[in-house]
Nanobody, 122 residues
Framework: QVHLVESGGGSVEAGGSLRLSCTAS????????ISWFRQVPGREREFVATISWSAWTDYADSVKGRFTISRDNSKNTSYLQMNSLRPEDTAVYYC????????????????WGQGTQVTVSS
């Protein structure tokens, strides 16, 4: 069982930055791929970014060049650095983990955090 906790959400003006953290309870964290998704009320949860156990990364087109995903295995933590934020980035952000899969398919992930709210004002 992997317990994930997100933090770092908040309110920021357009053009600002936030860094989200996803901390895992699993001691073999380095074996897991970590992904970030986001969800707006009334819409499906959508893929944002992923980082594999080998540090391969992929991003949604809407955040490429603005968001950076990283991991620090010594701290069992993944980070999502979000720069040049836009009002359309407003959502609840969730991290997810899987031992075998690093990608965009939401249903492939078993372990999820509780989410952290990001609000970007214009």
């Amino acid at each position: 069982q992997v317990h994930l906790v997100e933090s770092g959400g908040g309110s920021v003006e357009a053009g600002g930055s936030l860094r989200l953290s996803c901390t895992a309870s699993e001691v073999s964290f380095s074996r897991y791929a970590i992904s970030w998704f986001r969800q707006v009320p009334g819409r499906e949860r959508e893929f944002v970014a992923t980082i594999s156990w080998s540090a391969w990364t992929d991003y949604a087109d809407s955040v490429k060049g603005r968001f950076t995903i990283s991991r620090d295995n010594s701290k069992n933590t993944s980070y999502l650095q979000m720069n040049s934020l836009r009002p359309e980035d407003t959502a609840v952000y969730y991290c997810a983990a899987d031992e075998d899969y690093s990608g965009k398919i939401l249903s492939r992930y078993i372990y999820w955090g509780q989410g952290t709210q990001v609000t970007v004002s214009s």
